[in-house]
C-alpha cells in the first residue's frame, strides 16, 4: 500500500489537486494523509472578531482545519468510493516545511501531491511558493498539480537529464511506478550544450539505461540555448502528460542568487510536474 500526503489549504487549486491524485491513483491501495498546516499568520483580525472569550488562537485555527478536512474527505469517499483508498486527517500548527518534513518521516510517505499556482515578479519574490520550496528542501517525491489541470491517461511522459548523476532504482521508484500503473513511454531527454557527452555522463547514461530496462523508453537529445523553452516545445509538440526531473539541494546564496530549473518549470509548466528528491549536494 501507498502513502499518500496531500498538503491542503482549502483552495481551489489544492482541493484540484486532491481530486487529481484521486483518478491518478484510482487503481492502487493507498493511504491518504490530509494535511492542513496552520501558522501565527494564518489568524487574521477578522477572526478575533468572531471567537468566543473562552477560545484560544490555536483551538480555533485547529478546530477550523479540522472541520474543513473533515468534510473534504466526506465529499471524495462520497464522490469516488473506492475502498482501495484510505484517508487520515492531519493539522499541524508549525512551519510549513517542517511540518511536511516531519509526517513524511514518521508516516513513511512515498510522494507528496499538491497544487501549483504560477507566480510572476515581485509577487513570487514576496510570496514564494509553498509547493517550490517542498520540492527544493523536502527528500520526498513531488508530484506538482497545476491551477486547473485535469486528470488525463498518463501514456507519454518526459524525464529531463543531463546524465551528471547515477539515478538509483530506489530515486526512480515515484517515476517508475507511475509508468507501470499507466504503461507509459518515457522520453528521457538531454540537452546538448556544445561538446558531446564525457565520458562519466556516458556511464551514467547507460546506468540510466538499466534501471529504465522495463519500461519503454527512448532517449533523446536537443539542442539547446533555452532550457525551459526547449522542454516546453517539447512537451506540446509531443503531446507529454507529464514532466518528470531530479532536483538536487542548493546552498542558501544558490537558491538567493540563482534561479533554478525546478523554480522555473514549476511556475510555468501547465502539465503535472514530478520531482525526484536527490540528497546529494550539487
Known amino acids: 500500500m501507498k502513502t499518500i500526503l ?14 487529481y491524485a484521486m483518478k491518478l491513483l484510482e487503481n492502487e491501495r493507498c493511504e491518504f494523509y490530509i494535511i492542513n498546516i496552520q501558522t501565527a499568520s494564518s489568524f487574521i483580525s477578522d477572526d478575533l472578531m468572531t471567537m468566543s472569550s473562552s477560545a484560544t488562537i490555536y483551538q480555533t485555527l485547529i478546530g477550523t482545519a479540522k472541520k474543513s478536512i473533515k468534510n473534504l474527505i466526506h465529499i471524495i469517499e ?5 475502498e482501495k483508498h484510505k484517508f487520515n486527517s492531519i493539522v499541524d500548527y508549525d512551519n ?3 511540518a511536511i518534513n516531519q509526517v513524511s518521516a514518521s508516516k513513511s510517505i512515498d510522494l507528496i501531491i499538491m497544487g501549483t499556482k504560477g507566480a510572476t515578479g515581485a509577487q513570487k519574490v514576496i510570496f514564494g511558493s509553498n509547493t517550490v520550496r517542498i520540492m527544493q528542501r523536502c527528500e520526498t517525491p513531488v508530484l506538482a498539480i497545476p491551477d486547473g489541470c485535469s486528470f488525463t491517461n498518463m501514456d507519454k511522459i518526459v524525464f529531463t537529464s543531463n546524465y551528471s548523476k547515477i539515478c538509483d532504482a530506489k530515486e526512480l521508484k ?4 507511475i509508468t507501470k500503473l499507466y504503461n507509459s513511454k518515457i522520453d528521457v531527454l538531454h540537452l546538448l550544450e556544445g561538446q558531446g557527452l564525457t565520458k562519466d555522463q556516458e556511464t551514467n547514461k547507460t546506468f540510466l539505461d538499466s534501471c529504465l530496462s522495463e519500461v519503454d523508453h527512448e532517449f533523446m537529445e536537443l539542442e539547446s540555448t533555452n532550457i525551459f523553452k526547449t522542454v516546453q516545445d517539447y512537451i506540446i509538440t509531443n503531446d507529454m502528460k507529464m514532466l518528470s ?3 538536487k539541494k542548493h546552498s542558501f546564496l544558490e537558491r538567493f542568487f540563482a534561479r533554478h530549473l525546478v523554480e522555473t518549470f514549476a511556475f510555468k509548466i501547465d502539465i503535472p510536474f514530478l520531482v525526484i528528491g536527490n540528497t546529494s549536494s550539487n
Not at 498538503?7 to 486532491?18: C, E, G, Y
Not at 515515484?174 to 511506478?177: F, G, I, K, T, V
Open 6 to 19: 496531500l498538503p491542503t489549504d482549502f483552495s481551489k487549486n489544492s482541493i484540484n489537486a486532491v481530486h
Open 78 to 82: 462520497t464522490e469516488y468510493k473506492n
Open 96 to 98: 510549513f516545511i517542517d
Open 174 to 177: 515515484p517515476l517508475l511506478d
Open 245 to 247: 526531473m531530479i532536483s
